[in-house]
């Protein structure tokens, strides 16, 4: 068969007017799946083949699929994002709690060995008492505070 002779027996698609493509997109907001009942009342409707109804909610199905996962994947990214951001600054909170504990065992250690050896003694330097009885007074000298100034536990620590 000769190439013009394919292009007779093939039925002509017309293209669907502006009104039909508005219905028919208001068809595939009610329902994404099209029912044989509704593809051919919409055909008698438009005026066009059965067959090219389904095609085209096959086609927009597929375009509405891609824009639905496109817009997921914007969604998951403004999260991973947030995620990463909110994970850099525990990270760098992390760092800093370690120094904070770096410097009160060193203090502890140098409160345990008398303050030694040095100019001036641990305990002037940080201006607390001698013998620490407990986490508080460890606390309000290593936040520079007076242990009057500490209300509670909660509050060095939050």
């Not at 292009?7 to 029912?35: H, M, N, P, Y």
């Not at 059965?50 to 997921?72: M, V, Y």
């Not at 345990?112 to 008492?129: I, K, M, P, T």
């Amino acid at each position: 068969m000769n190439n013009q002779a394919s292009k007779t027996c093939k039925i002509q698609k017309k293209r669907l007017s502006q009104e039909q493509v508005r219905l028919l997109e208001a068809s595939f907001d009610s329902g994404k799946k099209l029912e044989p009942e509704r593809k051919f009342q919409l055909a008698r409707d438009l005026g066009v083949p059965p067959r090219q109804i389904a095609i085209w909610h096959q086609n927009k199905r597929a375009r509405w699929k891609s824009q639905s996962l496109e817009l997921d994947h914007g969604a998951m990214q403004l999260r991973l994002d947030a995620a990463l951001a909110e994970k850099r600054e525990l990270e760098k909170e992390v760092g800093l709690l370690r120094a904070e504990l770096r410097r009160a065992q060193d203090m502890l250690g140098a409160a345990a060995r008398g303050g030694g050896g040095g100019s001036s003694s641990l305990n002037e330097d940080v201006g607390c008492s001698a013998n620490w009885p407990n986490v508080e007074e460890l606390y309000a000298c290593l936040m520079a505070k007076p242990v009057s100034e500490v209300v509670n536990e909660r509050d060095y620590w939050v």
